[in-house]
């Protein structure tokens, strides 16, 4: 697992490193067992590389301990401060049987085909249809999930995660192989700054205008206060997003900037992949799939029956209403007693 941290240029390959934490205790990496105090063996020295005359980012590979999540903190041995945070998970070596979240269900890719299929009536139970079919409902399957990513009210939650910033720095690119690498956003819906002394501050999220609007985008002036996203184009060989900070840190600090991001739904590759799915999540695309592919598979002239259309509506129904945010009204008088109720139901929240 790879940490990087962007920090003042020159410092080597002995100066920064990254250890893993439990409440007290520290990973040691040699013997593979929490200890207290912290021994030199519980620390992952980073790599520079040198990014400008004054940044270089340090890197390295991270073994975590199984389970977490386990807190990382990027620290200067000569000083002793913690420049940087994260969070990571560790995965057995040797996978065992799934054990799937309570309420869930575990299923191949392919569970999931042979029932959209049945549901069209193009395949009898137990009946296994050609590779070439499985391959088309796979694309089928995948163009639909796409466009649900677009959909708020499709995830089910949104993904924090957690990049450095460099002084003097105001652009980040975002997406597999970017400055940030990770999968590219659709949207970033909240964001804080985390300091060297583990002080977390919120910052705004600006709209397209708002950024625009600011004359002094160049200014390097402590703290930033905002950012804003720029998803790029919608089609991409290598998707890749910006993130614009406003106004630039200065080296007085060390930030690390946590953002909440609405991320692409897991799409299909192998027929034998396992997926560990919600039962709400599977019956919306059991029936939105076939719904999906329902044309590609019978004639053009037929129609797609009403149970299936309804089957389709009321499941993804229930995914929206399940994913929405439940809204909240107050109301202050003088001297009457403040109540909160909930606008969707009208009743009263204690």
């Not at 941290?5 to 929490?34: H, K, P």
């Not at 980012?57 to 999540?69: D, F, H, K, Q, R």
């Not at 600006?206 to 996203?229: F, H």
């Not at 599977?282 to 002239?301: C, D, L, P, Q």
Request: aromatic fraction near 10%.
């Amino acid at each position: 697992m790879n940490e990087s941290q962007i920090t003042n240029a020159g410092l080597g390959d002995s100066e920064v490193y990254a250890r893993i934490l439990s409440g007290t205790n520290f990973w040691d990496f040699s013997a593979l067992t929490w200890v207290n105090p912290e021994v030199s063996t519980c620390r992952t020295f980073m790599s520079e590389t040198p990014i400008d005359g004054q940044n270089s980012g340090y890197s390295c590979n991270l073994v975590p301990p199984v389970g977490g999540p386990w807190a990382v903190e990027i620290v200067r041995l000569s000083t002793g401060a913690t420049i940087g945070y994260d969070l990571v998970w560790g995965v057995s070596p040797t996978p065992g049987p799934i054990t799937p979240p309570v309420g869930s269900m575990v299923l191949t890719v392919q569970d999931i085909i042979l029932a959209q299929l049945r549901v069209i009536g193009v395949v009898d139970p137990g009946e296994t249809p050609e590779a070439s079919m499985i391959n088309d409902a796979i694309q089928a399957n995948n163009i639909m999930l796409d466009s649900w990513s677009a959909q708020r009210l499709m995830i089910r939650a949104l993904t924090q995660e957690g990049f450095p910033l460099a002084a003097g720095i105001a652009r980040y690119t975002i997406g597999n192989g970017q400055t940030w690498n990770t999968s590219k956003p659709f949207a970033i819906t909240d964001a804080f700054l985390r300091d060297q002394y583990g002080v977390d501050t919120g910052i705004d999220i600006y709209t397209q205008d708002q950024y625009n609007a600011r004359d002094d985008k160049s200014i390097i002036a402590g703290r930033p206060k905002a950012l804003y996203y720029d998803p790029g184009y919608a089609q991409q060989v290598n998707p890749a997003g910006i993130v614009s900070i406003y106004p630039m840190p200065d080296a007085t600090a060390t930030y690390t900037l946590f953002i909440t991001e609405q991320k692409p739904l897991t799409v299909f590759v192998n027929p034998t992949d396992t997926l560990i799915i919600e039962p709400a999540y599977f019956r919306a695309i059991k029936f939105n799939g076939a719904v999906e592919m329902y044309h590609e598979f019978r004639s053009h002239n037929t129609q797609i029956p009403p149970d299936i259309l309804r089957a389709a509506r009321e499941s993804m129904r229930v995914i929206k209403v399940m994913n929405s945010t439940q809204l909240l009204s107050g109301l202050d008088l003088p001297g009457a007693k403040r109540s909160v109720f909930n606008i969707m139901t009208g009743d009263e929240v204690q």
